[in-house]
């Protein structure tokens, strides 16, 4: 069964403070994981997508690496900010846009 | 600014009723999809379309239907609500079948069935 594990479920830093979160898949066939930022009350919205042969992908403080032989992937946020409290979700794409979601971590950046 | 919208936010009903959900997009995508977010889950796949007269079942298609008329619009209806379809339920579209299509999200609707 394909699936997509998150750890850890919930997290709170320190304003300013780095973390990294920790995602693991089973599922097969694999075309691509994306992470994805979810504030309260919104829909997801894209961070990174990385495909196979990609290693590390950056967007401005939030970069994510791929280890495609482990199956591992992480997303670490630099210098946080309040405005990254918010619930992220890896999710992998298997072809065709059909997309297994993780259970998601909840961020809560405490000023 | 092209957008995906939902209609309504927020809904409650009563067990057996039937109850419409909208979802409009105006980025002329081809691809429409719905899903569910319940705690301990990631989302689900309910139904989705790669263009207009055509619809598929996902993973939790069950007690669900969804008709793509034009491309904009992909109602989702539940014919007889039940409480175990209280939910958030989110759409989504996306333009081409490329894997590396980004999924665009709309802002949910909470329904709660009672």
């Known amino acids: 069964k394909n699936q997509v594990e998150q750890s850890p479920q919930s997290l709170i830093i320190l304003e300013g403070k780095n973390c990294t979160l920790q995602?693991?898949?089973?599922?097969?066939?694999?075309?691509?994981l994306r992470w994805y930022k979810q504030d309260t009350g919104r829909g997801p919205v894209s961070l990174t997508i990385?495909?196979?042969?990609?290693n590390t992908k950056s967007n401005g403080r939030y970069t994510a690496t791929l280890d495609a032989d482990t199956k591992q992937s992480s997303l670490h946020i630099t210098a946080s900010q309040l405005s990254d409290s918010a619930s992220y979700i890896c999710?992998?794409?298997?072809?065709?846009?059909?997309?297994?979601f993780g259970t998601g971590t909840r961020l809560l950046v405490s000023p | 600014d092209a957008e995906i919208t939902q209609s309504p936010r927020h809904k409650i009903t009563e067990t057996g009723r039937q109850v419409t959900l909208a979802c409009h997009q105006t980025?002329?995508?081809?691809?429409m999809f719905w899903y569910r977010q319940d705690l301990g889950h990631g989302l689900r796949l309910i139904h989705y379309?790669?263009?207009?007269?055509?619809?598929n079942k996902g993973e939790v298609s069950d007690g669900y239907s969804v008709s793509r008329s034009n491309t904009e619009d992909l109602p989702l209806t539940l014919e007889s609500a039940a409480s175990s379809q209280t939910s958030v339920y989110f759409c989504?579209?996306?333009?081409?079948?490329?894997?590396?299509?980004?999924?665009?999200f709309g802002p949910g609707t909470r329904l709660t069935v009672l």
């Open positions: 989504a579209s996306s333009d081409t079948g490329l894997s590396t299509d980004t999924q665009y």
């Open positions: 995602c693991n898949y089973t599922v097969s066939p694999f075309s691509n």
């Open positions: 990385m495909t196979f042969s990609e």
């Open positions: 999710v992998v794409n298997t072809g065709f846009q059909k997309l297994v």
């Open positions: 980025w002329n995508h081809n691809n």
């Open positions: 379309s790669y263009g207009v007269q055509d619809t």
